[in-house]
């Protein structure tokens, strides 16, 4: 018996001793029984060596352009105002424009050049994107749209147009090349701004409809995409992420030096954190080799969706079992270190942003033959299978291989979008572009018209069992209710997007048959008004109901009303100022 208890004390003590050496020095411990894996073969992740002369390469002279470039810190608001339809200060594009000119003759001159390649995408060992030493174009890129913009106010249509070109030429040369991932994103961002620019400019051109059938065709040459580029670059984020690693884990370089890490409990882990980064020089608790194969593994899921046609949509939700990570101490868990850069670093693919380019070049090409068709008939088609002479085939929208769909009544043409269901132009789930008539247009919703008075117009709902009487200087415009907006003639120019209607009125649907105060109720369950206790009852002309007002919106408010057994809706900037100029009937 005394054996026994002799054999049990020093199993205590032993056990003990483990517990405490594992407790006090885990890493050195469990590293005997968890070993990192023997290092994977990535060689499939490697890409052929390309080297140009610098005086063929378009990189260097961007670089160049980028040191030349002049970008005051407010000139992006300001900017932005010119494109949104605010008070466009026309003489900051005029500076921006003359201040620039060295930077758009550097510009021109990349543009002329065969190649573009990153030095960091030269060969597989030089790949780089996480060194600090990459710097992105940020505003830089908007000089050229200012360019466009300053160019379209001087009535300088052509040139303006034409700068557009450019834009889409060098964007298509960056992608096409061998860009970062950093240059990748910053050109579709600059084509896409571009694209927003170009609806300016084509509706406040007066060029000849030749001109405009000249440039929708030149689209042509911008469409595609190049989807190689975008398997070089998966690649090059799988090395870049391989080489970080090793420089981690050899302690060549800091984690909190590279990354900030916020915390739940609100601690942050930065760079003064050297208790931190020692785990990532662990082999328990870093384990190179087989975070690299988390990495090596997903870069080959996403080469193979940057190789997926736009019709598929978008690709199943991956989520690996290993971001199912830790909850306990991270200390006796191995490759911890190495799961948490993998939750903190594992990305998706880009091809959607492609695809999503693709849409909208579809779209602006078929905007210069739609306006082209208006500048010789008057008026804008009843749709793109009816102009075969400006359009010999309607534009394919990449994510179903369709025909775009092309809505007068809701002034839009637009692409079915990353869903693949046509969601009928909502700027959600759609990618819609709202061609912006230049002209004070009504566009009616089906089955409408309107009678023209003196100083009133009578609008003749027949569908939604209305008329209304507005004045005379307000613009129609279908909603996607088979309502109406109503604006007026500064929020109709053709620079002012998304410019909020003075007015929308709308048929409800009930198709329960509901009272107002029933409908209302049931919409206050399902949805809530945040002003729900602060509503008023009023009259609409003779028509009772109710005014709440918008979350979010203050001084907007909505009405609603009962006609016969019909239940209407308005909402109006005006609140009772145009409420009482109208006769709704």
């Given at each position: 018996?005394?054996?026994?208890?002799?054999?049990?004390?020093?199993?205590?003590?032993?056990?003990?001793?483990?517990?405490?050496?594992?407790?006090?020095?885990?890493?050195?411990?469990?590293?005997?029984?968890f070993?990192?894996?023997?290092?994977?073969?990535?060689?499939?992740?490697?890409?052929?060596?390309?080297?140009?002369?610098?005086?063929?390469?378009?990189?260097?002279?961007?670089?160049?352009?980028?040191?030349?470039?002049?970008?005051?810190?407010?000139?992006?608001?300001?900017?932005?105002?010119?494109?949104?339809?605010?008070?466009?200060?026309?003489?900051?594009?005029?500076?921006?424009?003359?201040?620039?000119?060295?930077?758009?003759?550097?510009?021109?001159?990349?543009?002329?050049?065969?190649?573009?390649?990153?030095?960091?995408?030269?060969?597989?060992?030089?790949?780089?994107?996480?060194?600090?030493?990459?710097?992105t174009?940020?505003?830089?890129?908007?000089?050229?749209?200012?360019?466009?913009?300053?160019?379209?106010?001087?009535?300088?249509?052509?040139?303006?147009?034409?700068?557009?070109?450019?834009?889409?030429?060098?964007?298509?040369?960056?992608?096409?090349?061998?860009?970062?991932?950093?240059?990748?994103?910053?050109?579709?961002?600059?084509?896409?701004?571009?694209?927003?620019?170009?609806?300016i400019?084509?509706?406040?051109?007066?060029?000849s409809?030749?001109?405009?059938?000249?440039?929708?065709?030149e689209?042509?040459?911008?469409?595609?995409?190049?989807?190689?580029?975008l398997?070089?670059?998966?690649?090059?984020?799988?090395?870049?992420?391989a080489?970080?690693?090793?420089?981690?884990?050899?302690?060549?370089?800091?984690?909190?030096?590279?990354?900030?890490?916020?915390?739940?409990?609100?601690r942050?882990?930065?760079?003064?954190?050297?208790e931190?980064?020692?785990?990532?020089t662990?082999?328990?608790?870093?384990?190179?080799?087989?975070?690299?194969?988390?990495?090596?593994?997903?870069?080959?899921?996403?080469?193979?969706?940057?190789?997926?046609?736009?019709?598929?949509?978008?690709?199943?939700?991956?989520?690996?079992?290993?971001?199912?990570?830790?909850?306990?101490?991270?200390?006796?868990?191995?490759?911890?270190?190495?799961?948490?850069?993998?939750?903190?670093?594992?990305?998706?693919?880009?091809?959607l942003?492609?695809?999503?380019?693709?849409?909208?070049?579809?779209?602006?090409?078929?905007?210069?033959?739609?306006?082209?068709?208006?500048?010789?008939?008057?008026?804008m088609?009843?749709?793109?299978?009816?102009?075969?002479?400006?359009?010999?085939?309607?534009?394919?929208?990449?994510?179903?291989?369709?025909?775009?769909i092309?809505?007068?009544e809701?002034?839009?043409?637009?692409?079915?979008?990353?869903?693949?269901?046509?969601?009928?132009?909502?700027?959600?789930?759609?990618i819609?572009?709202?061609?912006?008539?230049?002209?004070?247009?009504?566009?009616?919703?089906?089955?409408?018209?309107?009678?023209?008075?003196?100083?009133?117009?009578?609008l003749?709902?027949?569908?939604?069992?209305?008329?209304?009487?507005?004045?005379?200087?307000?613009?129609?415009?279908?909603?996607?209710?088979?309502?109406?907006?109503?604006?007026?003639?500064?929020?109709?120019?053709p620079?002012?997007?998304?410019?909020?209607?003075?007015?929308?009125?709308?048929?409800?649907?009930?198709?329960?048959?509901?009272?107002?105060?029933?409908?209302?109720?049931?919409?206050?369950?399902?949805?809530?008004?945040?002003?729900?206790?602060?509503?008023?009852?009023?009259?609409?002309?003779?028509?009772?109901?109710?005014?709440?007002?918008?979350?979010g919106?203050?001084?907007i408010?909505?009405?609603?009303?009962?006609?016969?057994?019909?239940?209407?809706?308005?909402?109006?900037?005006?609140?009772?100022?145009?409420?009482?100029?109208?006769?709704?009937?």
């Amino acid at each position: 018996m005394g054996s026994v208890k002799k054999i049990l004390f020093f199993s205590i003590i032993f056990i003990a001793i483990v517990a405490a050496l594992i407790f006090f020095f885990p890493s050195q411990i469990l590293k005997i029984f968890f070993r990192d894996i023997k290092p994977i073969d990535d060689s499939d992740l490697t890409f052929e060596k390309m080297v140009v002369p610098q005086e063929q390469n378009a990189y260097y002279d961007l670089e160049d352009a980028v040191s030349k470039a002049y970008w005051p810190e407010e000139s992006h608001e300001k900017y932005q105002n010119c494109l949104d339809g605010g008070d466009c200060d026309e003489a900051f594009l005029k500076e921006i424009n003359d201040k620039n000119q060295e930077f758009f003759s550097i510009i021109n001159k990349a543009s002329e050049k065969p190649f573009f390649v990153y030095p960091g995408m030269e060969s597989s060992d030089k790949v780089n994107d996480y060194d600090a030493k990459v710097r992105t174009w940020g505003g830089v890129t908007y000089i050229p749209l200012a360019r466009v913009l300053y160019l379209s106010k001087q009535g300088r249509d052509k040139e303006s147009l034409d700068e557009v070109l450019k834009i889409f030429a060098l964007s298509k040369k960056i992608r096409e090349g061998r860009p970062s991932f950093i240059n990748w994103v910053e050109s579709i961002g600059l084509e896409a701004r571009a694209i927003s620019a170009a609806k300016i400019a084509i509706n406040n051109s007066k060029i000849s409809s030749e001109d405009l059938l000249r440039y929708s065709q030149e689209i042509e040459e911008f469409k595609g995409g190049n989807r190689q580029s975008l398997v070089l670059i998966e690649k090059a984020k799988y090395l870049s992420t391989a080489r970080f690693i090793d420089d981690l884990h050899s302690g060549k370089i800091t984690y909190s030096s590279i990354f900030t890490m916020y915390l739940e409990d609100g601690r942050v882990i930065n760079s003064s954190n050297t208790e931190f980064d020692k785990i990532f020089t662990s082999d328990f608790n870093f384990q190179s080799n087989r975070t690299k194969y988390f990495f090596a593994r997903d870069a080959r899921i996403f080469i193979e969706e940057e190789q997926r046609s736009c019709s598929l949509g978008v690709p199943p939700a991956y989520s690996p079992s290993e971001l199912e990570i830790f909850t306990y101490e991270p200390r006796f868990y191995p490759n911890s270190a190495g799961l948490m850069l993998y939750e903190n670093v594992v990305g998706g693919s880009l091809h959607l942003q492609e695809c999503d380019i693709q849409a909208k070049l579809a779209e602006l090409q078929a905007l210069f033959a739609l306006k082209a068709y208006e500048r010789e008939q008057g008026n804008m088609p009843s749709s793109l299978e009816s102009i075969p002479g400006y359009l010999p085939e309607v534009p394919k929208d990449p994510y179903n291989g369709k025909a775009l769909i092309y809505s007068l009544e809701k002034n839009i043409i637009y692409s079915v979008g990353r869903d693949l269901t046509d969601d009928g132009g909502d700027l959600e789930k759609d990618i819609a572009m709202d061609l912006h008539y230049d002209g004070l247009k009504d566009i009616l919703p089906a089955g409408s018209s309107i009678e023209k008075k003196d100083t009133k117009n009578i609008l003749k709902n027949g569908p939604q069992g209305y008329e209304l009487e507005y004045p005379k200087d307000l613009v129609v415009r279908a909603n996607e209710f088979g309502g109406i907006y109503l604006f007026n003639s500064d929020q109709i120019k053709p620079d002012c997007f998304n410019c909020p209607p003075l007015m929308s009125i709308t048929k409800l649907d009930n198709p329960g048959g509901l009272s107002l105060e029933k409908w209302l109720e049931k919409e206050n369950e399902e949805y809530g008004f945040l002003y729900w206790q602060e509503k008023k009852e009023v009259k609409v002309n003779d028509y009772a109901g109710y005014k709440i007002e918008v979350e979010g919106d203050p001084g907007i408010y909505d009405y609603y009303f009962v006609k016969g057994k019909e239940l209407y809706s308005i909402s109006t900037l005006k609140d009772d100022e145009l409420i009482k100029e109208l006769i709704f009937k």
